[in-house]
């Protein structure tokens, strides 16, 4: 009877997967969320710079404080997909995107003196966010097909 118990119960390597897998897709849904808000902060902030009682760096403060955030939860993501050991079809994603999160302060700080790189700053928020919506959707199917 002992056997027939453990044949059913998920491994703890399953159960561990299962697990990072789900704090993959949520993650995911977080960069997701985070790439729109920092959309809204910098068309707030760059309308706002007249209004505001703040310098023209201080009113895109929220965006960049925001872009940090979310290269930081894009470590975390890479994280637990890495812990999930997925299939291709969700890791190339999820290190495309940890690099766009990466080389987007690179891009904000060329884009200064170069404004084409400013220009694929702004385009680059729009691969984040698709880039999200692929690894949320991904991730939730590797828990239906392989979880």
């Given amino acids: ?39 809204a902060t910098a068309g707030y902030g760059l309308f706002a710079i007249d209004s505001l009682p703040m310098t023209d760096a201080g009113s895109l403060d929220a965006h960049r404080l925001l872009g940090y955030a979310t290269e930081i939860v894009g470590l975390v993501l890479v994280a637990l997909v890495v812990a999930a050991w997925p299939r291709w079809f969700l890791l190339w994603p999820t290190l495309t995107l940890l690099a766009v999160l990466m080389v987007q302060p690179v891009l904000q700080r060329l884009g200064d003196d170069v404004a084409m790189l400013g220009a694929v700053h702004a385009a680059n928020a729009i691969v984040t966010i698709g880039l999200s919506l692929l690894i949320a959707r991904r991730a939730a199917k590797e828990l239906t097909c392989h979880g």
């Fill in 1 to 39: 009877m002992t056997t027939d118990v453990a044949a059913t119960r998920p491994s703890l390597v399953s159960t561990m997967r299962r697990g990072a897998l789900h704090g993959a897709r949520i993650t995911a849904w977080a960069i997701f969320a985070m790439a729109w808000g920092q959309i």
